[in-house]
């Protein structure tokens, strides 16, 4: 007997195979029987006939629950009215595991309930599908760093200091000493570019921020590339031809799980092309200032209030992403509100060789990156203003030490992409299990 994945049953048709899954969903009459099965590849429609299989086995398929788990023996036939275009015709059921009082049903459930049964919601269409697309969008992050020259090099997720300031940081015991999970694993592929001139690291970081906002989260991944004698302007290429593969690849494999499933209007990703919109930080307040000046709300208005050497907030981002039809590029964004390691330009001083890569449609950051300071004085000193210890970064200024060189990189979060590309109102659904400020189970 052969068995059969969903995803491939094509290959058998005509074929008696054995299905192994769950019971999506049923119908039933008199004398037939329509179990949807999914495998976790797909769900197909297996007929279960009382002529074909006989009162007892009938009954066997008749009392089924949702998501008891069974093996189904059959025949796979085309038929051009299902979904995947085939059926199964059952020869035989059998229960493997009954499924008791299931608690997720059709009716509506709140987000609470969902999230605290986050471990069967990961069974629905919907949740399946966001997994799967999550599921491309590493394998495309991977193949394009793979297929273009770099070198994984695996960051340490526990470290000695900071790397994006001290007060989101998670603190542990480690033996004698004081440890903290990593925020980024960026500065470790500061040493791997050295090493191996185009490196990357891909693993989960961890941000302490009291935050519950809806695109927030405690535990996330994220993918940061590092190259050496790159700067600015070259970065600012890599990540809108990297960002243009890893959509393109999506739209290949899913287009219809995004528009079915989802109900996803896609004209935003067809449009995720070269050029981007390249914005100056002074140019993007100019533009807020306008976006502020025309709302007659006045809690709106006080929410998109900038000045100059402010970061962006949420609202800044969203409403200026709303003008374009791609993601925006915006660069030079005030040094005091970035990072100590960011270059600062040396015709401004004031302003920071950086890039923050904006998705359309109100979603915000997805990739920050920039050029990093590579002149040791310079990078003391910055060490020195952030009152950050310094024999804790001693290891970090010997790569200025030794053979120093202009490089750069950026680090792109997966569960804020996913939650652009499937057009997610939040982050929690892009996970399989998320963490949040109130949220450590399941």
Request: glycine fraction near 6%; hydrophobic fraction near 40%.
């Amino acid at each position: 007997m052969v068995i059969a994945r969903i995803s491939e049953i094509a290959r058998h048709v005509g074929q008696e195979v054995r299905l192994q899954g769950w019971l999506y969903n049923k119908r039933s009459s008199k004398k037939l029987q329509f179990l949807q099965v999914r495998d976790g590849s797909g769900i197909i429609q297996a007929i279960v006939s009382l002529e074909d299989v006989g009162a007892e086995m009938f009954a066997v398929a008749d009392a089924l629950t949702q998501e008891s788990s069974l093996i189904v023996d059959g025949v796979v036939r085309e038929d051009p009215r299902s979904p995947i275009g085939f059926e199964l015709h059952a020869k035989a059921v059998r229960v493997v595991g009954k499924s008791v009082d299931y608690p997720i049903s059709k009716k509506e459930h709140g987000d609470a309930f969902l999230m605290d049964h986050r471990h069967l919601w990961l069974r629905s269409r919907r949740q399946h599908v966001i997994l799967k697309i999550r599921h491309t969008i590493i394998k495309a992050i991977r193949d394009y760093f793979d297929g273009n020259g770099y070198t994984l090099v695996d960051s340490p997720i526990l470290t000695p200091n900071a790397v994006e300031g001290t007060s989101t940081l998670f603190t542990t015991p480690y033996f004698e000493r004081k440890a903290y999970l990593t925020q980024s694993g960026q500065l470790y592929q500061e040493a791997a570019a050295m090493a191996f001139g185009k490196s990357y690291c891909f693993g989960p970081t961890f941000r302490a921020e009291k935050s519950k906002t809806r695109r927030h989260l405690t535990e996330f991944w994220m993918v940061e590339p590092e190259v050496a004698y790159l700067e600015l302007e070259g970065l600012m290429d890599l990540c809108e031809d990297f960002l243009c593969s890893v959509v393109q690849r999506v739209l290949e494999v899913h287009e219809k799980d995004l528009t079915e499933a989802l109900e996803r209007d896609i004209t935003h990703l067809k449009n995720v092309q070269k050029p981007f919109v390249r914005l100056s930080y002074d140019n993007a307040v100019k533009e807020i200032t306008q976006i502020r000046d025309s709302v007659t709300d006045a809690e709106q208005k006080a929410l998109l209030d900038i000045t100059w050497g402010m970061d962006f907030g949420s609202p800044h981002e969203t409403e200026l992403t709303k003008r374009y039809d791609r993601p925006i590029m915006c660069f030079g964004y005030p040094s005091e509100v970035k990072a100590f390691y960011m270059k600062r330009d040396p015709s401004n001083p004031r302003v920071c060789r950086n890039v923050d890569v904006l998705a359309p449609e109100g979603y915000g950051e997805i990739i920050g990156g920039g050029q990093r300071e590579d002149d040791l004085d310079t990078l003391e000193r910055a060490i020195a203003h952030e009152n950050l210890p310094k024999a804790a970064y001693e290891w970090f200024l010997d790569l200025r030490r030794y053979g120093t060189v202009p490089h750069a990189g950026f680090g792109l979060g997966v569960e804020r992409t996913v939650a652009w590309v499937c057009g997610l109102h939040h982050v929690r659904e892009t996970i399989p299990f998320a963490r949040t400020l109130d949220r450590l189970e399941p």
